[in-house]
């Protein structure tokens, strides 16, 4: 099993930037490492459904369109790590943000296994 933790959310202006990490435990008795994992980062807002921001596999990275040019995956896979670099950001990027674990390419949130606890990124305007 994947265990999932995030952190770096928090409040800042329009225009501003945070970075966000998400640190990841593998148990020992898996047949996967870090490396085999299609990692995520998604979104929800106050009464949306969660969305896509962003993907990471062994092909490389996919963004979502309201992010692109913007947001910035990178990986980390002796770390077992993910972060997000998010600049020029906006009131509607106000969410909290999730990181998440696949087995397979996908963007889609109900084909992720493992999720973390999510934190809360506030942008004011």
């Known amino acids: 099993q994947v265990q999932l933790v995030e952190s770096g959310g928090g409040l800042v202006q329009a225009g501003g930037s945070l970075r966000l990490s998400c640190t990841s435990s593998i148990r020992t008795f898996t047949l996967r490492t870090f490396s085999d994992y299609v990692m995520g980062w998604f979104r929800q807002a106050p009464g949306k459904e969660r969305e896509f921001v962003a993907i990471s596999w062994s092909g490389g990275t996919h963004y979502a369109d309201s992010v692109k040019g913007r947001f910035t995956l990178s990986r980390d896979n002796a770390e077992k790590m993910v972060h997000l670099q998010m600049n020029s950001l906006k009131p509607e990027d106000t969410a909290v943000y999730y990181c998440?674990?696949?087995?397979?390419?996908?963007?889609?949130?109900?084909?992720?296994?493992?999720w973390g606890q999510g934190t809360q990124v506030t942008v004011s305007s």
């Open positions: 998440a674990a696949a087995t397979g390419w996908s963007a889609a949130p109900g084909d992720y296994d493992y």
